[in-house]
């Protein structure tokens, strides 16, 4: 999972969640804009009601705190740096996940795909590495 999107491959993403990297960076990025931490402190991996649980999920409660501390997401730029499988064909559907929980146009919405040319545990197809960026602000601003 990449993004709220299942991407077949041979490989997978293992995680106490459903192991969606691009997710979890978001809800940090957004945790970490409003000051609330990070992921691991609002959904601890020893806590068993969120094994396997969907990071969409996660997600939409992070938009939750934003919406009560009275934010609203202002852009979202993430990147993904994988060798295989290529993503490119799977970021639209990406975008408009992302862009559908933080009730945001597409267009505020980025997702770079990017490889690590061969170099350290994700060149050797052994791992992802995903980024994000989020700006907030108060709403009606």
Request: net charge negative.
């Given at each position: 999972?990449?993004?709220?999107?299942?991407?077949?491959h041979?490989?997978?993403?293992?995680?106490?969640s459903?192991?969606?990297?691009l997710?979890?960076?978001?809800?940090?990025?957004?945790?970490?804009?409003?000051?609330?931490?990070?992921?691991?402190?609002?959904?601890?991996?020893?806590?068993p009601?969120?094994?396997?649980?969907?990071?969409?999920l996660?997600?939409?409660?992070?938009?939750?705190?934003?919406?009560?501390?009275?934010?609203?997401?202002?852009?979202?730029?993430?990147?993904i740096?994988?060798?295989?499988?290529?993503?490119?064909?799977?970021t639209?559907?990406?975008?408009?996940?992302?862009?559908?929980?933080?009730?945001?146009p597409?267009?505020?919405?980025?997702?770079?795909?990017?490889?690590?040319e061969?170099?350290?545990?994700?060149?050797?197809?052994?791992?992802?590495?995903?980024?994000?960026?989020?700006?907030?602000?108060?709403?009606?601003?």
């Amino acid at each position: 999972m990449l993004g709220g999107v299942e991407i077949p491959h041979e490989k997978g993403s293992l995680g106490h969640s459903d192991g969606d990297a691009l997710l979890h960076a978001l809800c940090d990025a957004i945790l970490g804009a409003i000051g609330a931490g990070d992921i691991g402190r609002h959904f601890p991996d020893n806590d068993p009601k969120y094994k396997d649980v969907a990071s969409v999920l996660l997600l939409q409660h992070v938009v939750g705190l934003l919406d009560r501390q009275g934010f609203i997401t202002h852009n979202i730029d993430c990147t993904i740096v994988l060798e295989q499988p290529k993503l490119m064909v799977y970021t639209n559907a990406m975008i408009a996940n992302i862009a559908g929980v933080l009730r945001v146009p597409a267009e505020m919405v980025s997702i770079k795909v990017k490889t690590n040319e061969g170099m350290g545990f994700v060149g050797r197809g052994e791992g992802v590495a995903a980024f994000a960026v989020v700006t907030v602000k108060e709403k009606g601003a």
